[in-house]
């Protein structure tokens, strides 16, 4: 999650030792310097900071933000246990450009559930022989039992939108997708399954931005993949394959949802609220639980020595 940073340090929160730390002869500092250890609790590890990708994006206070967040991911808990007692199974679809903000918002809405009952699917390049396949068939193992969740980090419009700009697939592939992938998801629905599908909107400006600050993030850097920076050339070839890909399969049974995703955090809050109102769940939150006293341990029980283990050094 994204921090705030203060530009600078009022003088009025220099404290006396702060100042008389100040007056002490530059020997001193070096001297004092020069066995401390970082912040990281080891002296060969350095703290270093790199720009984050929703840094300065977001208007939104964070202390509301955080409160918000813990409130809905509360809710997530309730929706869960309901659709666990109920069989309820639901799928929803995360799509948009590159840098959206797809991720983070699956990140917020899983962590705080059961992973036994809802998972991430997040599907890399098809194998030689899933390319033989019917296309929708590398997906179907993956959707939700009953009582399961099911979130798609990009999904089977990857034929409408990279697989069709990038040339990965023929034109009589893409024309055989927009006209099944319609009946394919009426046949989900009627199966019993909640569909939701959410496409994550960013400006150009903002997606490089955050394309930018990937660059010097060695903890995103890998999220700059090649097809990526192919985007970057072909941002009209994407808008076009998504306005296709939205007016063939936005049908009343599934229809598209987009979000403004240009504020990170605005845009978790809103998906994951709309998200809570389209599924018709009740409080079935279990009631608290009443631990009994823990049982003594046996008193032929010893433990073992301790300098028969080992241990993980103690660095922080």
Same mark, same amino acid.
């Not at 993956?142 to 700009?165: K, Q």
């Given at each position: 999650?994204e921090t705030e940073i203060? #530009?600078? %340090?009022?003088?009025?929160a220099?404290?006396?030792?702060?100042?008389?730390?100040?007056?002490k002869?530059?020997?001193?500092?070096?001297k004092k310097g020069k +066995?401390?250890?970082?912040?990281? $609790?080891h002296?060969?590890?350095?703290?270093?900071?790199?720009?984050?990708?929703?840094?300065?994006?977001?208007?939104?206070?964070?202390k509301?933000? !955080?409160k918000?967040?813990?409130r /809905?991911? %509360?809710e997530l808990?309730?929706?869960q *246990?309901w659709?666990?007692?109920t069989?309820?199974?639901i799928?929803? /679809?995360?799509e948009?450009?590159?840098?959206a903000?797809k991720?983070?918002t699956?990140?917020?809405i899983?962590?705080q559930? +059961?992973?036994?009952?809802c998972?991430v699917?997040?599907l890399g390049?098809?194998?030689?022989?899933?390319? @033989?396949e019917? *296309?929708?068939?590398?997906?179907v193992?993956?959707?939700?039992?009953?009582?399961?969740i099911?979130?798609?980090?990009?999904?089977?419009? +990857?034929?409408?939108?990279?697989?069709?700009?990038m $040339?990965?697939c023929?034109?009589a592939?893409?024309?055989?997708?927009?006209q099944?992938?319609?009946?394919f998801?009426?046949m989900?629905?009627?199966?019993?399954?909640i569909?939701?599908?959410?496409?994550?909107?960013?400006?150009d400006?903002?997606?490089?931005?955050r394309?930018?600050?990937r660059?010097?993030?060695?903890a995103r850097r890998?999220?700059?993949?090649p097809?990526d920076?192919?985007?970057?050339d072909?941002?009209?070839?994407?808008?076009q394959a998504k306005d296709?890909?939205?007016?063939?399969? #936005?049908?009343?049974?599934?229809p598209w949802? @987009?979000? !403004?995703a240009?504020d990170?955090?605005?845009?978790r809050l809103n998906?994951?609220?709309?998200f809570l109102?389209? %599924?018709? *769940?009740?409080?079935?939150?279990p009631?608290p639980l009443e631990?009994?006293?823990?049982?003594?341990?046996?008193? #032929?029980y010893?433990r073992?020595p301790?300098n028969e283990?080992?241990?993980v050094?103690?660095?922080?």
């Amino acid at each position: 999650m994204e921090t705030e940073i203060l #530009n600078g %340090i009022p003088s009025e929160a220099l404290t006396l030792e702060q100042s008389a730390m100040e007056l002490k002869s530059p020997k001193d500092k070096k001297k004092k310097g020069k +066995n401390k250890k970082s912040k990281l $609790g080891h002296p060969k590890l350095k703290a270093l900071s790199y720009p984050s990708e929703g840094e300065g994006s977001s208007k939104l206070e964070s202390k509301f933000y !955080e409160k918000e967040l813990a409130r /809905l991911q %509360i809710e997530l808990v309730k929706m869960q *246990y309901w659709a666990k007692h109920t069989g309820t199974r639901i799928v929803i /679809l995360f799509e948009g450009r590159d840098a959206a903000g797809k991720g983070g918002t699956i990140k917020r809405i899983t962590e705080q559930l +059961n992973p036994r009952g809802c998972r991430v699917v997040a599907l890399g390049t098809p194998s030689d022989r899933e390319k @033989t396949e019917w *296309y929708f068939q590398r997906y179907v193992p993956h959707l939700p039992a009953a009582g399961e969740i099911v979130c798609f980090d990009r999904s089977w419009y +990857n034929r409408a939108g990279v697989e069709h700009v990038m $040339g990965f697939c023929t034109e009589a592939q893409y024309q055989e997708f927009m006209q099944t992938c319609p009946e394919f998801e009426r046949m989900l629905v009627r199966s019993g399954i909640i569909l939701l599908k959410y496409w994550f909107s960013v400006s150009d400006d903002e997606q490089e931005r955050r394309f930018q600050s990937r660059t010097t993030d060695p903890a995103r850097r890998w999220k700059l993949s090649p097809m990526d920076l192919e985007s970057r050339d072909r941002w009209v070839e994407y808008s076009q394959a998504k306005d296709a890909m939205l007016s063939h399969t #936005n049908i009343p049974e599934a229809p598209w949802f @987009t979000v !403004e995703a240009d504020d990170k955090k605005r845009a978790r809050l809103n998906c994951i609220s709309h998200f809570l109102s389209k %599924i018709p *769940y009740v409080d079935m939150t279990p009631e608290p639980l009443e631990l009994s006293p823990r049982k003594a341990a046996p008193h #032929n029980y010893v433990r073992p020595p301790r300098n028969e283990q080992f241990f993980v050094p103690q660095l922080y």
